[in-house]
């Protein structure tokens, strides 16, 4: 059986001043209906890229999807039309964003917002749209609902404006849900609370979610499958378990071993040195090459494929000749 | 999470319309803008008096013979009673210029500001090809053109000051299409008309709302202006129309053009007050908190 959402070899590349860079190269995810994936990495190695393929929302220009497939329930949107899209958008999948603060429109209350997305997609009267918006107001945990569905998103916190883009991501009962870095821009204790509410929302709807996240404590809370990217591959892939506890990849390994562990009584905290290489400056080679401890002459001539190796594929020419 | 009860829920309008009302030079300019429109509404009803009529001995002072209370023209016509009856079309042509300047300038600035690409070069190429044109020299040829009716005027005035109005629209709706807001509502399934309608224009409508109100007092001069060069309606009084026939005669007669131009003046003056209190309105910046 074909998973509910499954992109094949995406590639994604944007006309930029040094010339056209890939953004996503032969990216291949799948998650099934109820289950979360999670997609981790640093800034800029192709996770929100990859969520705003899948919404059809790459800015193009500059950016175009040059080759692969996404399919939702066997339906190719990489061919989709405009519209089939916007039929799509809202209904069968819907996006939180980083920032609950600048994700709502502030001239209107958050309950017309809400009933606004409700009316895209059902034929439903403002008011019954608006009874709808309060009801699930209250089931994402908002107290007083009926009140605050007629409050402007400045008079909110942080916390319940992602409540409110969460509400509204799920009032269409959409199949897919992705959630780009959701708790971010929150306070600890408060991004606990979403992703509870995230865990519940996924109970009740049954929708698969992709979380998008460079937090590998909420990866580890959430996500039944992973997918580490970096520089817009996927390098590694597989039971969130098995990666968390068993990383191979030498990027994996160091993202683990940056959580900083309570008790332990480390001073410092770990980094891995260096920086994501920019997308037009990527070589034959291997992205991590320059910062990797087991970096080979390999690595710069060959792009390492993502092959099965131990409990889980992983894109790296060090695991594969057993050398880490 | 901080619980926001301690404050009732305020729109922004209405908080724009709370900064307002504690200015008190915009307060005044609205007294007085709602002065000048109720003068010329319904001034007659106190005021019986026919501005067309020649119903005294030319350039009678003001203060001297109590029917007449501003004096005479240069023709024996009663000025107060052009006054009274002039301020309505004065006041239409303005309101219905800045309206037209309003609909061309956001129309074509939103369409080039969000679609982009050729459609924004071929907009803005437009705009520029009207703002090169010397605006009075390019109003004139257009209100000879056609005949000088209230209407023909007004339109001129639009056409020739809607590229302001146009390249604000466009910068205003390229600054908001970046907003997260947008791509959230595109991400719910929002069509770009709908975008562009219920998410960006009302997001960009505080500056163009101040733009409409000071577009009224520079329609109002241009309708001055045009009269003045005797390119208004000869046969609907309006105070340009007022200082524009009696120009001539300025040396014998100060009255018969000053007073409409204080009319002029005063509205234009009210009007900007107006624009200016509703700027620092909806300017967060200098709000309080």
């Known amino acids: 059986m074909s998973a509910l959402l499954q992109i094949e070899d995406l590639r994604v590349t944007f006309n930029t001043r040094y010339g056209p860079v890939t953004a996503l190269d032969s990216v291949s995810l799948s998650v099934n209906a109820g289950e979360t994936l999670g997609v981790v990495g640093e800034s800029g190695c192709g996770k929100s890229i990859t969520a705003l393929s899948v919404m059809g929302l790459i800015p193009s220009p500059p950016g175009k999807i040059a080759g692969g497939a996404i399919r939702l329930a066997g339906e190719d949107l990489t061919q989709a039309s405009e519209a089939r899209m916007r039929a799509l958008r809202g209904a069968e999948m819907a996006m939180i964003f980083q920032e609950p603060m600048t994700s709502l429109n502030p001239v209107f209350t958050v309950g017309d917002q809400i009933a606004e997305a409700i009316m895209l997609h059902q034929k439903v009267s403002a008011d019954q749209a608006f009874r709808d918006a309060v009801a699930l107001l209250d089931r994402v945990g908002i107290p007083s609902p009926d009140r605050r569905a007629r409050d402007y998103p400045h008079q909110l916190s942080g916390g319940m404006r992602q409540r409110v883009m969460i509400a509204m991501a799920v009032s269409c009962r959409p199949k897919v849900l992705i959630a780009d870095e959701p708790t971010t821009a929150l306070d600890v204790t408060v991004q606990a609370q979403i992703f509870d509410l995230l865990n519940e929302i996924q109970r009740d709807f049954g929708a698969a979610i992709i979380l998008i996240t460079h937090d590998m404590g909420a990866i580890s809370e959430m996500a039944d499958r992973v997918a580490v990217m970096y520089a817009g591959r996927v390098i590694e892939q597989g039971r969130a378990d098995d990666v968390l506890d068993l990383p191979q990849h030498p990027y994996t390994r160091g993202l683990i071993s940056c959580i900083p562990a309570l008790g332990k009584g480390e001073d410092t905290l770990r980094e891995i040195p260096g920086v994501v290489p920019p997308l037009h400056m990527l070589g034959a080679g291997c992205a991590f090459a320059d910062r990797c401890a087991y970096r080979a002459p390999r690595c710069d001539s060959e792009k390492p494929q993502l092959q099965a190796h131990g409990h889980h594929p992983v894109a790296c020419h060090a695991v594969e000749e057993g050398r880490i | ?289």
């Open chain 2, 1 to 289: 999470m901080t619980e926001a009860t301690t404050f009732k829920a305020e729109s922004p309008a209405r908080e724009a319309w709370r900064m307002f009302r504690r200015n008190i030079p915009a307060v005044a300019g609205v007294i007085m803008l709602t002065g000048i429109v109720l003068a010329t509404l319904w001034g007659t009803f106190f005021y019986d008096g026919n501005p067309y009529e020649i119903v005294w001995a030319p350039h009678e002072p003001p203060g001297v013979t109590p029917e007449f209370p501003l004096g005479t023209d240069y023709l024996g016509r009663d000025i107060f009673a052009g006054l009274i009856a002039g301020g309505g079309p004065t006041l239409a042509v303005g309101a219905a210029a800045a309206a037209i300047t309003m609909v061309i300038g956001v129309s074509l600035g939103a369409l080039a500001g969000f679609y982009g690409g050729w459609v924004d070069n071929l907009l803005m190429r437009i705009t520029e090809f009207f703002q090169v044109l010397p605006t009075l020299l390019f109003a004139m040829v257009l209100v000879t053109l056609f005949s000088p009716t209230l209407f023909t005027i007004a339109m001129a005035i639009g056409v020739v000051s809607w590229p302001q109005t146009a390249r604000l629209t466009r910068a205003e709706v390229m600054k908001i299409k970046e907003l997260e807001y947008v791509t959230a509502a595109r991400a719910i399934g929002a069509r770009n008309r709908r975008i562009i309608w219920t998410v960006i224009l009302p997001n960009a409508a505080p500056p163009l709302i101040v733009s409409a109100t000071l577009t009224i007092g520079v329609a109002i001069l241009f309708e001055a202006g045009l009269s003045f060069l005797g390119l208004g309606d000869p046969n609907t009084m309006s105070w340009g129309l007022m200082i524009g026939s009696n120009r001539a005669y300025i040396l014998d007669a100060w009255w018969p053009v000053t007073f409409p131009g204080l009319a002029i003046f005063l509205t234009v003056f009210s009007v900007s007050l107006i624009g200016d209190g509703l700027n620092d309105a909806f300017n967060p910046k200098l709000r309080e908190r």
